[in-house]
């Protein structure tokens, strides 16, 4: 079966820090892969998406994320981070039967 | 355009009650899933549903069921509720095709006592 793991749990930066999470897949087809995040108290809201092409995808709010197929990785970035990136993060792929399936999510928590 | 509405969003329940949930997709969206998000985890795939048909099922119990309406609008039930179903059940719908993801309901927050 297929599952997605996400390296941490929780982790706290301070303003302007750059964030790297760590997500890896198990499926070894043709992936689809998302990145999610849940803000204090509201709905799911996709961040980025990979399908296919240029594995580096540009996502809202400065999000990027690169895919690593060798490594079936798809980690998150940003360069540098806002209060307001406070939020949990999930992983997600999409599978041959087009179900997602999430990570266990990252709190994400900054610093003023 | 409206998201994808979910309803209600808070539900108390005791156990062993049998509980509806409701989901409208956005409009034009086909595919409706349901997911279950206990506090601490990531969402868990409960069903999938495509054209009124079911397309997938987690690994969940029988006393869990859904179905989708012609107009693609869904019900997640769930019979003889116990203290671990407790959790926020969310819906999300999309064209039903490979290159979307899916879009997100606020959630329904069911509690049972």
């Known amino acids: 079966a297929q599952s997605v793991s996400q390296h941490n749990h929780h982790v706290i930066l301070s303003e302007a820090a750059s964030l790297e999470l760590g997500c890896n897949y198990s499926?070894?087809?043709?992936?689809?892969l998302f990145w999610y995040v849940q803000y204090p108290g509201q709905h799911l809201q996709l961040l980025l998406k990979?399908?296919?092409?240029?594995?580096l995808v540009k996502g809202i709010k400065g999000f990027e994320a690169e895919f690593i197929k060798s490594k079936f990785s798809f980690n998150l970035r940003k360069p540098s981070v806002q209060w307001s990136d406070t939020a949990e993060y999930f992983c997600a792929v999409k599978d041959r039967d087009d179900k997602i399936i999430f990570g266990k999510g990252t709190r994400l928590h900054i610093l003023p | 355009d409206a998201g994808v509405t979910q309803s209600p969003t808070h539900l108390i329940k005791t156990r062993g009650q049998h509980v509806t949930l409701r989901c409208s997709p956005i409009s034009g969206h086909k595919s409706v899933s349901w997911y279950q998000q206990v506090l601490g985890q990531g969402p868990q795939f409960i069903f999938q549903?495509?054209?009124?048909?079911?397309?997938g099922r987690g690994n969940f119990p029988d006393r869990f069921s859904a179905r989708q309406f012609p107009n693609y609008s869904s019900e997640l039930n769930v019979n003889a509720l116990l203290l671990g179903d407790s959790a926020l059940y969310l819906c999300a719908s999309s064209l039903g095709d490979r290159v979307n993801g899916y879009t997100f309901g606020s959630g329904t927050r069911l509690t049972v006592v």
């Open positions: 499926y070894g087809g043709t992936v689809n």
């Open positions: 549903y495509y054209e009124k048909e079911e397309r």
């Open positions: 990979y399908f296919s092409g240029d594995p």
